[in-house]
């Protein structure tokens, strides 16, 4: 299965739907939203990291994760990611 689980798949999707396809496209041509995060894991400079988020289609960021009503703060990360119109209608028409 996608994302190394198996069983019961809530939300999961097989490695070779169009889903799971659909996600590795998007996973693989995003830009992170932080350029420190970048420096240190990429060899790209401030410039280069500028014109890469401008073609971007999708931007990616780490966030603190937090129970919503409780506010309660977890220490792990959640991603967030900013995916273009353009991507999100190509995905709606394939569904």
Known sequence: MWMGREGPESGMC??????????????????SANYSKVADEECLTKVEWQAASRKSNVVVQWDP?????????????????????DLLKRFGLRQ
């Open 65 to 85: 994760d937090q129970e919503p009503l409780m506010n309660k703060k977890y220490h792990r990360r959640a991603i967030q990611l900013g995916i273009c119109p």
């Open 14 to 31: 097989s490695c070779d739907s169009p889903e799971a396809e659909f996600w590795d496209e998007i996973l693989s041509c995003a830009v």
